[in-house]
């Protein structure tokens, strides 16, 4: 299954040793074909011996550190990062140093953050940390620490770029180092029963209340009476919640950029969904980890063929053209729809792909080509 795609020709700029790159391939490969990140799995679809490959892989995970070629995948003309930290159950690992409890207080499992810049409506993968009640206490850290870890990783690639974050980074701590190390945000408010405390320049508290249809925007509020920040919401049509965004950008960007972040949370449920990435199992932190790491190169890989056969099958997005112009619309309409549902990834693995090989290597090509002006840092080509 997908002969068309030389994984290789992908790894090989994300290793430098050559017979590494060359098992990294085969393994992306197999964790697209398997769609699962379990090294059983992996090795039964690797060619050869499973065993024999079984053993690969555990050397591979010995002698490499994949999460240095994942941050290669960092473009350097994305205009945010994102931040998604996402739970990873683990209900029966009660003998797995790393595996604490989830939110619950019952679900046993870690936390994943995932550090992605934007790609078509989709995020590539770039840095991650993993943590959880037993690390954070083995270790002697606190989850705010292990958050500020994940973007110290990608700190200097930063620039002034924005980090875009959910609900769950609200909170003091973390804005302080933010504004102590120059690191644009995005972040979404938190809003419970008991507001955060927003004061205004005249030291009055603000309490953020929208209608329906309605915005509102507010410059220079000290959060919790500490850092300065601009707070802009919306409540759209449509949603059961207002929307609140704060920033140390203009509120109009700020709230631009997370609306474009909210576009693109499909590609985190890609990973769990269609790789199967929660089913990941290592005794060891570290070769956890490094599979991890493997599990989101061999993502970027298949997300980014899929979008360019998604674009041979239904047509570049760009392509859409006015109703007016679209001649007949009972056959041009359903097929714009139809390109909206599905993602590139979700095309390359569970739909039956309908073209030639030769157009399929073509396209690859292209895909190639995109692909090694992203990891050099060159102007990216249209894929």
Not at 21 to 41: E, F, Q, V
Not at 61 to 81: K, M, Y
Not at 152 to 163: I, K, S, T
Request: glycine share 6%.
């Amino acid at each position: 299954m997908f002969e068309f795609i030389n994984t290789h020709e992908f790894t090989r700029y994300l290793f430098d040793d050559k017979k590494h790159a060359k098992t990294a391939a085969d393994i992306a490969h197999a964790i697209l074909d398997a769609t699962s990140p379990r090294i059983s799995d992996i090795s039964h679809r690797m060619s050869g011996s499973p065993a024999a490959n079984y053993k690969a892989v555990q050397r591979f995970l010995d002698q490499t550190d994949p999460q240095e070629a994942l941050l290669r995948l960092f473009q350097p003309d994305a205009p945010f990062v994102i931040g998604d930290p996402t739970e990873m159950s683990r209900p029966y690992a009660r003998k797995t140093s790393y595996v604490g409890t989830l939110s619950d207080g019952e679900t046993r499992g870690f936390w994943l953050l995932v550090l992605a810049t934007p790609f078509r409506g989709r995020a590539i993968p770039c840095s991650f940390v993993t943590y959880s009640s037993q690390t954070i206490n083995d270790q002697c850290t606190s989850r705010n620490l292990e958050h500020f870890r994940a973007f110290a990783e990608v700190h200097e690639l930063l620039g002034d770029r924005p980090l875009v974050l959910d609900r769950e980074f609200s909170y003091l701590e973390l804005m302080k180092n933010l504004e102590a190390e120059g690191i644009n945000y995005v972040i979404r408010l938190k809003l419970g029963r008991h507001q955060t405390t927003l004061l205004n320049a005249e030291g009055r508290s603000i309490k953020l209340r929208l209608a329906r249809g309605e915005e509102r925007t507010y410059h220079q509020l000290l959060y919790m009476g500490e850092v300065m920040v601009n707070v802009t919401g919306v409540w759209r049509p449509g949603l059961k919640e207002p929307l609140w965004v704060m920033s140390n950008l203009a509120p109009e960007e700020a709230m631009a950029i997370y609306q474009a972040r909210a576009k693109i949370e499909e590609s985190f449920r890609d990973l769990k969904s269609l790789l199967s990435m929660e089913k990941i199992m290592n005794k060891k932190q570290t070769n956890m980890e490094k599979m991890i790491a493997m599990v989101m190169i061999s993502y970027a890989i298949g997300c980014l063929v899929g979008e360019s056969i998604r674009d041979e099958i239904y047509g570049p997005e760009t392509a859409a053209r006015p109703a007016e112009d679209c001649g007949d619309s009972a056959t041009e309409k359903p097929k714009r729809e139809k390109r909206s549902l599905y993602s590139g990834l979700f095309i390359l693995l569970r739909q039956k792909i309908g073209l030639a090989m030769e157009v399929l290597e073509a396209l690859v090509q292209g895909v190639q080509m995109a692909f090694v002006s992203m990891v050099l840092g060159n102007v990216r080509t249209l894929v």
